[in-house]
Every structure is written in structure tokens, then in C-alpha cells.
């Protein structure tokens, strides 16, 4: 079996923070979304990954190299416009060959994986198996509708009347028939090539297609919102380990990671939380759920349940909470009065 890992897309909802850098790449828990997600697919015993990257595919290779670290092997497919995850797998042909793939969207966090729906997969060789989830409101997905045996009956995109509960999760098994659907359907209303339009060829077409309803926790990290739920969830899991130093004025609790190179002092620092390689820690309350980045300085700062990425400075500002700061940023006080320096798409919350 081989992957395919889409990692376009502009990441519009996460603006200012993608501006700058693939939403795929933003840390959670301290290690990019994207290396969840080729660690899952490593987990299944996949080790050829195509990659299809957009417009910003060079920091993605920059962040991810040939995959030799993670013991995979990676192959990028840039894909010049984002016409569809249908298209995407277009794009792939020449590297999937004839043989089984999982598509997998690269900004999703399942940290359960996929193993036992992978297994249910290679056992039974479907034409597809799609992962599913149960949803409270399945309008924002993909949809499936499945017959009492377990077979799939039907695939909609995004309807304004969902006919069953089960939203697609962004994980799918083929075997090599998809092939030969994506080639078929024509661009839907989006102007895309969609995946849900492939799968309902194949379904039509008298393929078996089967759902396997993952049960964990699933969130794309497509909002502040889940980015911050995706940490803390991962956060949950983290044993306590200190690789760099902590004065004896500070104290811990809960399991709290500090990597090798920070440093804490005069400090408390609430578990679960995760203080980056470098990162300077000095009078200030942090955690619970906060993952800071690397080469971060934090003076008098009170920080929770948040975000930082990579050489952010917090001088002097305590309450923060329910944060995701962009690299290299820079938040102090002011001389009483409120001074903003404000990019595009930026959200500021200003207590009255």
C-alpha cells in the first residue's frame, strides 16, 4: 500500500498565521500537523508517501526533506491550483501505480490513527472504504449513507439536507479502480474535481464500497478553534520529561515537557504543556494546554491553554489565554494607553 497526503489548500480561516506558512505546518503539541499525520500513515507500515503541495510547497519540503527522519519515503506533487481532492489523486497516477492507497487530508488530527479500519480494508479489498464519523450537524461535510449490511448507498457533498449523521473524515482506502472514476466525473459546481463524486461513480458503477466509523477524536485544524482542541488533546498524552533546566524557585506540575536548552525560572508552570528547545521562561505562570515554540522568551507573562510558535517574545503582559501567536512576534505593555499594529485578517479581543 502507498499514502497520498494533501497539503494544499490556503488555510484562509487561520489568516494572519498562513499568511506566511502552510496551515499543515502550524505545531500542535510541538511537532507540525503534518508529521501527526505521516507518523499515523508510518504506523499503518506505509513507507512511499506522495505529497501534493500548492503554492507554498517549499516549506513544506523544507520542514519535511526526503522523510528519511521519519523512516518513510516521500515524493512531492505540486499541484499548481487547488482543483479538487479528485484531481489530486489525478495528479498522483504515475506515482500510486496499480497498487492500494490511503488518501489522508494532511491537516487532520485522529491521534487514535486508522489501524483497525486499515485492516478491516486490506482484509475485505473494497473498490473504497471510507472513514466516517458521526456529526452533530453533517451540512460542513461530506456525507455517506449506508445500507443495513454496511455498504455505502450514497455519497453527498455538503448537503443542505443530510440524510444520515455520518460525515466523511478526510481518511479514504482504494484500490486501483478509483482510477478509472476520477477519469469519468467531470468538475462539480465548485468548479473541483470531487472526491464524494468519484466514490459515488464507483458506487453506481456497482463497486463495493465500503464505511469503517472511526470512534476517536477527529478535528482538521482549519480554525483557531481546533488547533487549540487538537493541542490539548495531544497534550493529554505527553509524559514528563525535562531536558533543559528549571531552578529550584520553579515548580512544576502535571506533566510538563521542557526541552533540551530552555530554561525556567522563578516559575510555575501548569501541565499538560510543553516549553520548546531554547525558550527562555522567567517569572511567569504558564500552562495548563500551552505549547510553546522554540527560542521563545517569556518574562512576567501568564499564558493558558495556548499556542506560541517558534522565537515568540511575551514581556510583561499576564491573562493571556486561548491563544495561537504567530513566529517571532512580539507582545509587551504600552504606556497605559492601547496601541495596535494589526495585519490583514487579524482578530483582537480588548477586555471593555
Known sequence: MKALVLSGGTGSRLRPITYSMPKQLIPIAGKPVLRHVLENIRELGVMDIGIVTGARDRHITAALGDGSDLGVRLTYLPQEQPLGLAHCVALGREFLGAEDFVLYLGDNVLPEGVGALAAEFAARRPAAQLVVQKVADPRRFGVAELDAGGAVVRVTEKPDRPRSDLALVGVYFFTAAVHRAVAAIAPGPRGELEITDAVQWLITAGAEVRAGEYGGFWRDTGRVEDV????????????????????????????????????????????????????????????????????????????????????????????????LIGRAARIGPGDGRRRLVVGDDCRVEVAA
Do not use: F, K, Q
Open 228 to 323: 487549540l482542541a487538537c493541542n490539548r488533546r495531544l497534550l493529554e498524552g505527553i509524559r514528563p520529561a525535562v531536558a533543559g533546566t528549571v531552578d529550584a524557585a520553579s515548580r512544576l506540575t502535571g506533566p510538563v515537557v521542557v526541552e533540551a536548552g530552555a530554561r525556567v525560572t522563578g516559575s510555575r508552570i501548569e501541565g499538560p504543556a510543553l516549553i520548546g528547545a531554547g525558550t527562555v521562561v522567567e517569572d511567569s505562570r504558564i500552562g495548563p494546554y500551552t505549547s510553546l515554540g522554540r527560542d521563545c522568551v517569556l518574562r512576567r507573562a501568564g499564558l493558558e491553554d495556548s499556542v506560541t510558535l517558534d522565537g515568540v517574545t511575551i514581556d510583561r503582559v499576564g491573562g493571556l489565554y486561548g491563544s
